[in-house]
């Protein structure tokens, strides 16, 4: 045989790779080419179904498959692929898990990309799906919500039921779906003035900048002052920066020109910082995954964004690189009743291994335990009411097993994955009990003392 003719292969045994997204070609949002690569892919997928149980988008397609007139993909109308995208959050696992044909084999396969290309030419032909795009205007809504945002959360608690079945009937959010509280003092706010650095600080000299992400900003402050807190005490000289979204939801959405503005908007903002000495620190794993790994794809040539996506790390990921390099400031003490800890698609997808338990395992004296199951949320896709069934569904099986493991606490990379899941545990836990519910860093912080 010649050296230069390479014997074929079942699946793939290479690191995936993924190619940039061609968003500013016409072709790219060619319906018809699309459902074709779909057809194509959607077979490959049917001739392997290694991805049955990740999320509903293969069970669905397996199922349109299996329940037609011919047993085949041909049997399956077109117009039916638009039910396996919605059941697609774009979590990343089966390219990265489970797909044995992803590039560099041959037949190229990314279904999430696919899924996104789709979306994208959808709305380029005029579907929206308004009440999930004006959800995704993260900033315009938490700025809406900081004035009144008492009366925001009574309005929105699920306990209100009279208010969210109104709200169930006009913007069809699911009216038992827990939805994030706005608070009137954000993260900006309560760190305007940075924690300054212990002079004692194992970690003395390094500079870290804290992208605060939209979430951690409007809905969840505790998030950045925990990380500024212990930062702080490594000796970490940490401020607390927030341009804007990185657009996840837009992404989501399929609105790829509106993430590459951000993208190039964020990189001019933070890029300053790391021309400084500055570490770029992300403190959701969704906007870690955006910035390290999909801004590069939708602007290949852009240095900026380059540049930005090599100096960020997720917050469990510096604090574990720190303790390599530096050791960890004294004073840590055992977590009470163990700590369960949530690996988020969005963190398996950076392909940086499960930091947040790495983290936690630092505290002496705790048992720390770790799910890998999808928690099914995927953004909006969990708390609108034809979606939240599905999320519901395919969070169960994590739920299970996060109360298997009987710890007094639960933790997530993202935030809004701990939330679902602690809801799904408190509707099936006696008397509605479930973990408590915190960030990991949070879970660090209290270990100091230090929330």
């Keep these: 045989m010649s050296d230069s003719i390479k014997p074929a292969r079942e699946g793939s045994l290479d690191a995936p790779f993924r190619e940039p997204l061609a968003w500013r070609d016409e072709a790219f949002y060619d319906l018809a080419a699309i459902e074709a690569e779909m057809e194509r892919v959607f077979d490959i997928c049917h001739g392997c179904r290694r991805c049955f149980n990740l999320c509903d988008s293969f069970p669905r397609l397996f199922e349109l498959i299996d329940e037609g007139p011919t047993g085949e993909l041909?049997?399956?109308?077109?117009?039916?692929?638009?039910?396996?995208?919605?059941?697609?959050?774009?979590?990343?696992?089966?390219f990265l898990t489970k797909c044995p044909y992803v590039p560099p084999h041959p037949f190229n396969v990314d279904f999430p990309h696919l899924i996104l290309r789709y979306r994208a030419a959808k709305r380029r032909a005029g579907e929206k799906q308004r009440v999930r795009e004006e959800l995704g205007r993260t900033d315009?809504?938490?700025?809406?919500?900081?004035?009144?945002?008492?009366?925001?959360?009574?309005?929105?608690?699920?306990?209100?039921?009279?208010?969210?079945?109104?709200?169930?009937?006009?913007?069809?959010?699911?009216?038992?779906?827990?939805?994030?509280?706005?608070?009137?003092?954000?993260?900006?706010?309560?760190?305007?003035?940075?924690v300054p650095p212990n002079p004692e600080g194992p970690a003395l000299g390094r500079k870290?900048?804290?992208?605060?992400?939209?979430?951690?900003?409007?809905?969840?402050?505790?998030?950045?002052?925990?990380?500024a807190r212990v930062l702080a005490l490594q000796g970490v000289e940490a401020k607390l920066v927030y341009p804007e979204c990185c657009g996840m939801p837009q992404l989501e959405a399929g609105d790829?020109?509106?993430?590459?503005g951000r993208a190039e908007r964020v990189a001019a903002a933070l890029l300053p910082y790391v021309d400084d000495g500055h570490e770029v620190i992300a403190l959701t794993a969704s906007c870690g995954l955006m910035m390290k790994f999909e801004w590069p794809l939708l602007l290949p040539e852009s240095e900026p964004v380059k540049r930005l996506a090599a100096a960020t790390r997720d917050i469990s990921q510096y604090v574990v690189e720190l303790s390599r390099a530096h050791g960890l400031a004294p004073g840590l003490k055992p977590i009470e009743g163990g700590?369960?800890?949530?690996?988020?698609?969005?963190?398996?997808?950076?392909?940086?291994?499960?930091?947040?338990?790495?983290?936690?395992?630092?505290?002496?004296d705790t048992e720390v335990a770790l799910v890998e199951r999808c928690s099914g949320h995927g953004g909006t896709f969990g708390v609108m009411k034809d979606t939240r069934p599905v999320a519901n569904k395919v969070g169960r099986a994590a739920a299970r097993q996060v109360a298997a493991r009987g710890a007094e606490t639960l933790c997530s990379d993202c935030p809004l994955a701990c939330k679902h899941l602690g809801q799904l545990l408190s509707a099936e836990a006696p008397r509605g009990a479930s973990p408590e519910q915190a960030h990991p860093i949070e879970v660090l912080a209290r270990a100091y003392g230090a929330l």
Aim: aromatic fraction near 4%; proline fraction near 6%.
């Design 74 to 94: 041909d049997g399956v109308p077109k117009a039916d692929y638009a039910k396996v995208d919605e059941a697609c959050t774009l979590c990343d696992m089966c």
């Design 140 to 194: 315009r809504n938490g700025r809406l919500a900081k004035p009144v945002a008492g009366l925001v959360n009574w309005a929105t608690a699920r306990e209100n039921t009279p208010l969210r079945k109104l709200i169930e009937a006009i913007a069809q959010i699911d009216a038992e779906a827990e939805l994030p509280r706005y608070h009137s003092k954000t993260a900006s706010d309560r760190l305007k003035v940075p």
């Design 208 to 227: 870290a900048v804290l992208y605060a992400t939209c979430f951690v900003d409007y809905n969840n402050p505790d998030t950045a002052v925990a990380a």
């Design 256 to 260: 790829l020109a509106d993430v590459a």
């Design 339 to 364: 700590v369960v800890v949530h690996h988020a698609c969005h963190a398996r997808a950076q392909n940086m291994g499960a930091k947040s338990a790495e983290m936690l395992r630092l505290i002496p």
